[in-house]
């Protein structure tokens, strides 16, 4: 079995509403050292294969087809060996 | 200056509905393969510090009360040093 574990984050240009968001709310909680937030996502994907150039290219798709938006996003991953 | 990399996840036991949603597509699109797909927040902070000390113990506060629900949610984060 195999696991991708994948992130998808918000391209370095695009503003995250959310991060700025939580970064505001940690200011007035009195943590003013923290500078920015960014805020993004993680996937595990599991695979009941042990082929790692397959898993690895049809994680590269589900990537690029349906996890993550090209204008606004990138992504990297990497695959684990699981018992 | 620090970085927190936090990882906000779903505990084992909690349904992660959008992951269900995403492993039906996948099984949709024909990737058959896939057995589970999960979906968590990673979480990028910035610190204006180089106090490590400090700045574990304000990751550990601010993943308690404000990034994570304690009720289904675990949290883990690493330090990292930038330039």
Same mark, same amino acid.
């Given at each position: 079995m195999l696991k991708a574990k994948?992130?998808? =984050?918000? #391209? %370095?240009?695009?503003?995250?509403? =959310?991060? #700025? %968001?939580?970064?505001?709310s940690l200011?007035?909680?009195?943590?003013t050292a923290v500078s920015e937030t960014r805020i993004s996502k993680?996937?595990?994907i599991s695979f009941e294969s042990d082929d790692?150039?397959?898993v690895m290219q049809q994680t590269?798709?589900?990537?690029?087809?349906?996890?993550?938006?090209?204008?606004?996003?990138?992504?990297?991953?990497?695959?684990e060996q699981q018992n």
């Open positions: 994948i992130f998808v =984050q918000l #391209k %370095a240009s695009v503003l995250d509403p =959310q991060g #700025k %968001a939580v970064s505001n200011h007035s909680l009195g943590y993680y996937i595990e790692r150039a397959t590269e798709e589900i990537c690029k087809n349906l996890l993550a938006n090209p204008n606004t996003e990138t992504y990297h991953f990497e695959l």
